[in-house]
């Protein structure tokens, strides 16, 4: 027979309350849905109020005579929050150069008028004259903005690090017809970044479907369908350099440009009307919501920089005490008087919890910022390797923290707008004395190493690997492999007949 004793055993069990959740909760939300979440709190609880008082022009700077409440109530004793100044050394990088930021000179013409219907896009990438034969894909398309179709694909196509970056501000920069209009010097500028990079990566975008976004101006747009429709030849090139001579009416003059019969020229205005000259304009409309930075970085005048919390990414309450002293002033029963007591836990909880956010966001941000300081002086090519972990250890915080209050939130740099995210890289070793290299730095360098090699003394990938070694980078020869692949890169078999064939 089985005998039953009874035994005591001891145990640790992480028990998370209902307020840790809601706090990481609160932690992980976006700008824009822990507005939404406010919102949600104003209406269920009456005992909070909206601060609709206008901010000073700076309200979270040092220095100010007195530091101002974010998140807070009307109580002296409630939390306040400053802006931090940090005066960030000059670490030793091995590679002490400055990227030169070329400006982008190009112009191009608007003032191409040309007769071509707008088709739509069929199955086969194709366009319809009548507007009609819309297919799956068609449909589909329309169920998605442009910028959210391009981006699945850039996201795809696109590994290094810069150049992603890169491409998502360029799609940013599209207008709804998928025209790259505006001038992409300051890009370059902000970035950190050459014209020669920011043009890089044009040419890969223009690859992205639909055909011809990217393009700027209507010749490049045709010029790009044309290409994929295998119909871009020398004469027809001379018919797009000529181009406005159509629009005008002029065709005989035209076909006399292109030296062409008339079966030829009939063509190749056939092969024209089956482009579409607005390539954008298939997808649903996009209402613009700009990215609200958390957190605005720029220089501090003793040197170093200077971070404050922005104050239109933190919503301010506070807590209406007038009314909640006349309502449970007039609450006859218990229940009454419960509910008050419940609202006012949850406000004060709610003003405590965005207080904490806020200052976790600062905390993160600021030693992000000092870690990455090269970035912010010098572009893209001194992102220093940096994983959740080093955060976490220099602020005394679990990764897992870290990682939330770096999703889908955003600082304002001299670089541009840029999510927390951004910032982390993996790391190669460098040589000896040296600090480590992020991996994207390394991409970078073997790009450049690539676009600067002589046609007649194309680099193998040991080559690559001993002229980064000079520079103190110690990478192995299949990981310059991989990066090179990574960057879709051919190897140098491939480029050396390329280059030949150009040449």
């Known amino acids: 027979m089985v005998g039953m004793k009874q035994e005591f055993r001891q145990s640790q069990n992480l028990v998370m309350t209902q307020a840790l959740q809601q706090s990481i909760k609160l932690l992980q939300l976006s700008a824009v849905e822990?507005?939404?979440?406010?919102?949600?709190?104003?209406?269920?609880?009456?005992?909070?109020?909206?601060?609709?008082?206008?901010?000073?022009?700076?309200?979270?700077e040092v220095g100010a005579d007195e530091p101002t409440v974010d998140a807070a109530s009307s109580d002296e004793d409630e939390p306040r929050i400053e802006a931090k100044e940090i005066e960030v050394t000059d670490s030793d990088y091995s590679v002490n150069e400055e990227l030169v930021s070329d400006s982008y000179g190009d112009e191009w013409s608007e003032g191409e008028s040309i007769s071509i219907s707008a088709g739509v896009q069929g199955a086969s990438g194709g366009y319809d004259d009548d507007g009609e034969g819309y297919g799956i894909e068609s449909a589909s398309a329309r169920d998605k903005t442009l910028r959210e179709h391009l981006l699945e694909q850039i996201h795809m196509d696109i590994t290094d690090a810069a150049q992603l970056l890169i491409a998502e501000k360029l799609t940013d920069m599209l207008d709804e017809t998928g025209y790259l209009r505006e001038d992409t010097a300051t890009l370059a500028d902000n970035l950190g970044a050459t014209k020669a990079e920011i043009e890089a990566v044009i040419v890969l975008l223009q690859q992205m479907e639909p055909v011809g976004v990217f393009a700027r101006s209507l010749t490049e747009c045709l010029r790009l369908q044309l290409k994929d429709m295998d119909r871009l030849d020398p004469v027809m090139e001379t018919f797009l350099d000529n181009i406005e001579m159509m629009g005008s009416g002029d065709l005989q003059g035209l076909r006399k440009k292109c030296n062409a019969d008339m079966e030829d020229f009939t063509q190749m205005i056939a092969d024209i009307r089956r482009c579409n000259p607005k390539p954008g304009l298939g997808f649903a409309s996009e209402d613009v919501q700009a990215v609200i930075p958390d957190v605005i970085v720029r220089r501090a005048k003793a040197g170093g920089w200077?971070?404050?919390?922005?104050?239109?990414?933190?919503?301010?309450?506070?807590?209406?005490?007038?009314?909640?002293?006349?309502?449970?002033?007039?609450?006859?029963?218990?229940?009454?008087?419960?509910?008050?007591?419940?609202?006012?836990?949850?406000?004060?909880?709610?003003?405590?919890?965005?207080?904490?956010?806020?200052?976790?966001?600062l905390k993160v941000a600021t030693e992000i910022v000092t870690q990455q300081d090269k970035f912010l002086q010098h572009g893209i090519r001194f992102l220093k390797p940096l994983v959740l972990k080093d955060i976490a250890a220099a602020v005394g915080m679990h990764e897992s923290t870290i990682s939330r209050v770096t999703t889908s939130k955003f600082m304002a740099t001299p670089r541009g707008t840029l999510e927390l995210k951004f910032f982390f890289t993996s790391s190669i070793n460098a040589g000896t004395g040296a600090n480590d290299f992020s991996s994207k730095t390394v991409q970078y360098y073997i790009k450049e190493l690539v676009n600067a090699e002589d046609p007649k003394d194309i680099l193998s990938d040991d080559a690559i690997v001993k002229r980064l070694k000079d520079r103190n980078i110690d990478v192995a020869r299949r990981t310059v492999t991989k990066y090179r692949e990574e960057m879709n890169i051919p190897s140098s078999v491939v480029r050396r007949r390329q280059k030949a064939n150009s040449a």
């Open 34 to 60: 822990l507005q939404e979440y406010i919102d949600e709190e104003l209406e269920k609880n009456p005992l909070l109020t909206k601060d609709e008082t206008e901010s000073d022009e700076h309200p979270n």
């Open 306 to 361: 200077h971070l404050e919390l922005n104050p239109d990414a933190m919503p301010r309450v506070l807590i209406n005490r007038q009314y909640s002293a006349d309502v449970g002033a007039r609450a006859g029963d218990k229940e009454a008087k419960k509910f008050v007591s419940e609202q006012m836990a949850n406000a004060n909880w709610l003003i405590k919890a965005l207080d904490q956010r806020a200052n976790t966001i």
